[in-house]
């Protein structure tokens, strides 16, 4: 099995247990290691100033809590994420986020786990100066 998230830390934003665990499992099997689970944002202290996760799949709601501000944070942070959600306005999402994955439930763990290398592989690259 490839080990395409070898070494990150893994910050995953989901409130529904049983995919948590499965998509916890995926990274795991994957070489991530770690995956710290959220299932609402009362979990979190806050937005760290260092992050302790490299990447971040992020469900589109929390319960009844959008992450679509998170979402803005990491993206000002420059902290690499995708959007993993079963909710319909996707579409939606992609325009907000452009360049942003954006992966609809049910998805095959290879379609997330390429996603999240995929988001980590295009923040490490330098930025070209013109």
Excluded: W
Aim: net charge negative; proline share 5%.
């Amino acid at each position: 099995m490839s080990k395409s998230l070898a070494g990150l830390r893994v910050l995953l934003l989901e409130d529904e247990y049983l995919i948590a665990m499965d998509v916890e499992q995926l990274c795991r099997d994957n070489g991530a290691d770690d995956v710290t689970i959220v299932r609402s944002f009362d979990e979190m202290n806050g937005f760290p100033e260092q992050p302790a996760f490299d990447v971040a799949i992020l469900d589109l709601m929390l319960g009844s809590v959008s992450t679509l501000d998170f979402a803005r944070r990491l993206l000002e942070c420059g902290t690499p994420f995708i959007f993993a959600s079963g909710h319909s306005d996707l579409e939606e999402v992609a325009l907000k986020f452009p360049g942003i994955a954006v992966v609809g439930k049910p998805y095959a763990g290879d379609d997330l786990v390429s996603a999240v290398a995929t988001a980590v592989a295009i923040s490490s690259r330098p930025e070209i100066n013109p």
